[in-house]
């Protein structure tokens, strides 16, 4: 037998050092194959578990949204301070630069826009495409009360299917109607449902009262959404009682690009979801990267 491995060196076997199995620490999500592991590692930072996702998918129902009339424009330059990208693959393909080293979550539901009952959504993408487009994610709206829940939950179920299929992390995204009550009662419901039937983790809304017991009762790793725009401080402070509460991290649309300073708000979300930084701590960090920002433009 000819020995291809020719090399003078000494083998080193180490049969004395145990192999480590390296445990997976992201919440429920130890039991997934490699190539879903990787993903969710990619995008939950593997250091502290936690992700700044960025949603720009706004314009899937409302058209071109205030802050997202120019994607290349806009977001394009924040893109750097996020840890994942959920958009739409329309504004993936045409808008965001294949050199792009941010992992990507794409919406993948869809149908009626504003002018219609939005729980009305359809499955808007195949699986083949997330895996073309070298997504690390797909999100669906679930729409649990509403009209066409049931829909919506095997809209969900069915792209869980193809993501096991296929290694492909499932965000279900707890939608809520505009007379629903946003209470704790409701979100552990819309979110225990979306694990039990099978979502790798899920975006739902921040209530004051008892979020501990969302995410708590949440056996998957739950991202909080942003919501209205409001005033920095407070979509800060909410952001740090929702990480604080138990949240894995954030997918905040409005309230980074509608900001007046987009770019040193998406960094100041970032110390409170990276570095615990308090509400006050990272409204000064935004305050300063702003003036820092002001001054760079006027010269
Ligand atoms: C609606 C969505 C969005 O389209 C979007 O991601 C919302 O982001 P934000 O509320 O932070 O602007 O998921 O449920």
């Known amino acids: 037998m000819p020995e291809a491995d020719d090399s003078q060196k000494e083998k080193q076997y180490h049969p004395d050092v145990p192999q480590k199995n390296v445990p997976f620490p992201l919440k429920g999500s130890g039991s997934y194959d490699w190539g879903m592991k990787n993903r969710l590692a990619r995008t939950f930072e593997p250091e502290t578990g936690r992700t700044v996702m960025l949603a720009v998918d706004h314009g899937y129902f409302q058209g071109p949204t205030t802050g997202l009339e120019r994607i290349d424009l806009s977001i394009v330059p924040l893109v750097p301070h996020c840890d994942a990208l959920f958009c739409t693959r329309g504004i993936l393909r045409s808008l965001v630069p294949p050199q792009t080293q941010k992992p990507i979550v794409l919406r993948a539901s869809g149908g009626p826009s504003i002018l219609k009952e939005l729980s009305d959504e359809e499955i808007s993408m195949d699986m083949e495409d997330a895996l073309r487009l ?14 066409f829940e049931t829909r919506s939950v095997h809209n969900m179920t069915k792209l869980v299917n193809l993501g096991m299929r296929h290694g492909m992390p499932v965000m ?10 946003r209470d704790a009662q409701y979100f552990r419901l819309a979110c225990r ?19 501990e017991t969302v995410t708590s009762s949440c056996p998957v790793p739950i991202v909080m959404a942003g919501g209205k725009k409001m005033p920095e401080f407070a979509a800060l402070r909410m ?21 007046d300073a987009p770019s040193a708000m998406i960094q100041a979300v970032r110390a409170i979801v990276h570095t615990n930084e308090t509400p006050e701590r990272a409204l000064e960090l935004y305050r300063a990267l702003r003036a820092r920002l002001g001054r760079k433009k006027a010269r």
């Not at 279900?172 to 009550?181: E, L, N, Q, R, Y």
């Not at 952001?239 to 900001?259: E, K, L, P």
């Open 134 to 147: 070298n997504a690390c994610g797909v999100g669906i709206q679930v729409f649990v009360g509403g009209e």
């Open 239 to 259: 952001a740090y009682d929702a990480i604080q509460g138990g949240a894995a991290g954030v997918d905040m649309g409005r309230n980074i690009f509608q900001s």
């Open 193 to 211: 449902m979306c694990a039990e039937l099978g979502a790798t983790y899920v975006k739902t809304y921040y209530v004051d009262e008892d979020f």
């Open 172 to 181: 279900a995204v707890t939608a809520v109607g505009k007379d629903m009550k």
